[in-house]
T-cell receptor
Framework: EDKVVQSPLSLVVHEGDTVTLNCSYE??????LLWYKQEKKAPTFLFML????IEKKSGRLSSILDKKELFSILNITATQTGDSAIYLC????????????FGDGTTLTVKP | DGGITQSPKYLFRKEGQNVTLSCEQN?????MYWYRQDPGQGLRLIYY???????QKGDIAEGYSVSREKKESFPLTVTSAQKNPTAFYLC?????????????FGAGSRLTVL
């Protein structure tokens, strides 16, 4: 059974801080790992990672995958209150009909 | 604009009643999914469909049913057999090919059983 574990489950920081969110996984026949941001209702796509060691970057957010150690991190630098959200990590397996298995998410709160 | 529309956004149900949640997409995506989200938990897969007239159970299908008569539509029925139906329900879709991994989500339906 595929498994995704995120840590920490919740995090409170102040604006300007840098945060690192963690995602470890166990999956049969790994295809990809994805990060989503859920602010109110619908999760929105952030990054898709398929290869180890290649950093994906979008503004203040970046993510990297380690397929040997089976984990990924999501970094957010110079946090803003608008970064407050639930960050979800999901893995997709080639042997699981392309279904996504999600972790429990990290709830990030950024205080002014 | 292309996207996924879920309705209703909020729904109240008495115990013993069935309720159907609507999900419509105009993204021309082949695959559609239903997830359930409880507080402090991630998304758990209820049912998914990769093509019209075909669907498979996910990890928590008991007490739920679906249909896929049209590519655009994937309604979810929460039956009275679902023991703890109060939750936030998310519908999602994905394309085939290169973009097959990325899910596009609807805004969700929050069901409360009274």
């Amino acid at each position: 059974e595929d498994k995704v574990v995120q840590s920490p489950l919740s995090l409170v920081v102040h604006e300007g801080d840098t945060v690192t969110l963690n995602c470890s996984y166990e999956v049969t026949n790994f295809r990809s790992l994805l990060w989503y941001k859920q602010e109110k209702k619908a999760p929105t796509f952030l990054f898709m990672l398929t290869s180890s060691g290649i950093e994906k970057k979008s503004g203040r957010l970046s993510s990297i995958l380690d397929k040997k150690e089976l984990f990924s991190i999501l970094n957010i630098t110079a946090t803003q209150t608008g970064d407050s959200a639930i960050y979800l990590c999901a893995v997709v397996s080639n042997t699981n009909a392309g279904k996504s298995t999600f972790g429990d998410g990290t709830t990030l709160t950024v205080k002014p | 604009d292309g996207g996924i529309t879920q309705s209703p956004k909020y729904l109240f149900r008495k115990e013993g009643q069935n309720v159907t949640l609507s999900c419509e997409q105009n993204l021309n995506h082949d695959a559609m999914y239903w997830y359930r989200q409880d507080p402090g938990q991630g998304l758990r897969l209820i049912y998914y469909s990769q093509i019209v007239n075909d669907f498979q159970k996910g990890d928590i299908a008991e007490g739920y049913s679906v249909s896929r008569e049209k590519k655009e539509s994937f309604p979810l029925t929460v039956t009275s057999a679902q023991k703890n139906p109060t939750a936030f329900y998310l519908c999602a879709s994905s394309s085939q090919g290169v973009g097959a991994n990325v899910l596009t989500f609807g805004a969700g339906s929050r069901l409360t059983v009274l």
